[in-house]
């Protein structure tokens, strides 16, 4: 009798644990979690996301250790040509044939937006690390992607608000024209308006862009106090390039980036972009925390982070974080438990995920240093003041967001 008690007994927790580990497995689709970065990797973006971006999402997989809860996380790339079609035909293929868990990176708005509204209904997720229109998480919200690391509402807010304060009322828009430059020329055009300023004139170029001659000519004939860059990469570099060919600064004219990277001022030099005001999400020096990662990061690249790259990394963690804690790489459970509490890590401060999809985080306005105050090749800003998170991004009121119950 007892030894058929001890049988039984020994089964039943035989069978139990059985039921328990082969639960974990079921729960991982593929038994694995499967990432695909998409970027730019060779184009007007690359210095931004591109490779870069690649390997901080690889220094995110093995920090975390290879993998999760027993199975391994494998990772896919592709270039996704800033192509909104090349972006959705890969993204497409990754669902049909590899059963992608997430897609990562993303850097043209256009690409973003075609993409999540092919995730839309999946169970798949997406974190938009290098996209900068605010309707990504606006009126192109969706159950299935978050937007991590900065939008345009933040540049304006930031910058163009900073601008106007110290005495630039007028302003001249150079745009890229596509859904980015024209959510950012829209903020910037808002922000202006409400603290007392003027947009005296718009012009918006092709992306991308090689010769800017023209379109300053344009801006310089408008007579305005700021002309206002509502691009990114090497739009904005080619534009501050021709700007200081053609004098616009030592005529009396200011140019405020509205949206500029490390890489960016780094490949211009301290010369042409001292003094430029600019927001950011992050920065390589901002502390001990940001220096610490972003000395890894040297190590592997030879170059420091941008906001983006940072940002890749601390958006895989903080998604591999909640497929361990959510025992599942199921999209809805995992953003669930992506949105429970705070996030607090050497990128983002004071961060939580909201129901629009927007993680919303400290923002920073920052003034590029003159070549005598850097101490060093990437020592280039110097950080003026904190956006806190809550004043920084568009306020749930003003959501066109159908998750949002305004």
């Not at 644990?17 to 990797?41: F, N």
């Not at 890969?90 to 993409?115: F, H, K, P």
């Not at 060919?245 to 509205?258: E, H, R, S, T």
């Not at 003026?384 to 159908?402: F, W």
């Amino acid at each position: 009798m007892n030894f058929n008690k001890k049988t039984l007994a020994s089964s039943i927790a035989l069978a139990a644990a059985t039921l328990m580990a082969s639960g974990v497995q079921a729960q991982m689709s593929d038994d694995e979690v499967r990432i695909g970065y998409l970027a730019d990797m060779s184009g007007t973006y690359r210095d931004l996301a591109g490779p870069g971006g690649l390997e901080a999402l690889m220094m995110a997989v093995e920090d975390f250790g290879g993998e999760v809860n027993g199975v391994p996380i494998e990772v896919f790339s592709a270039d996704d040509r800033n192509s909104a079609d090349v972006g959705a035909n890969t993204v497409r293929g990754w669902l049909d044939q590899e059963n992608v868990d997430l897609v990562a990176g993303m850097v043209a708005s256009s690409v973003s937006i075609a993409v999540t509204k092919l995730l839309d209904g999946s169970d798949s997720l997406a974190i938009i690390s290098g996209s900068a229109a605010s309707s990504i998480t606006n009126e192109h919200c969706t159950p299935n992607h978050i937007h991590w690391v900065y939008d345009t509402y933040p540049l304006a807010n930031g910058t163009a608000k900073a601008v106007v304060e110290q005495g630039g009322e007028t302003w001249f828009m150079l745009t890229a024209d596509y859904a980015f430059g024209h959510a950012l020329e829209g903020d910037v055009t808002k922000v202006v308006e409400d603290n007392g300023g003027e947009i005296v004139g718009t012009i918006r170029h092709p992306f991308p862009t090689n010769d800017f001659s023209s379109y300053i000519l344009q801006a310089q004939g408008s007579g305005a106090d700021i002309i206002g860059l509502a691009n990114a990469g090497s739009d904005t570099v080619n534009a501050i390039t021709t700007a200081s060919q053609f004098g616009v600064v030592q005529a009396g004219q200011q140019l405020a980036g509205l949206l500029i990277f490390l890489n960016d001022v780094h490949s211009l030099g301290l010369e042409k972009t001292q003094g430029l005001l600019l927001t950011t999400g992050w920065y390589w020096n901002m502390d001990d925390q940001a220096r610490e990662w972003a000395e890894r990061y040297y190590e592997r690249t030879e170059r420091m982070p941008t906001m983006v790259q940072a940002g890749v990394y601390s958006s895989t963690m903080h998604y591999l974080k909640a497929v361990d804690a959510a025992d599942t790489d199921s999209a809805e459970a995992v953003r669930e438990q992506m949105a429970d509490g705070p996030i607090n890590d050497f990128f983002a401060r004071n961060g939580r995920i909201r129901e629009d999809g927007r993680m919303v985080h400290d923002m920073y306005l920052a003034e590029v240093k003159s070549p005598e105050e850097s101490t060093g090749e990437w020592d280039l800003y110097e950080i003026l003041a904190t956006i806190p998170a809550e004043e920084a991004y568009r306020p749930l009121s003003e959501s066109q967001c159908d998750l949002v119950n305004n």
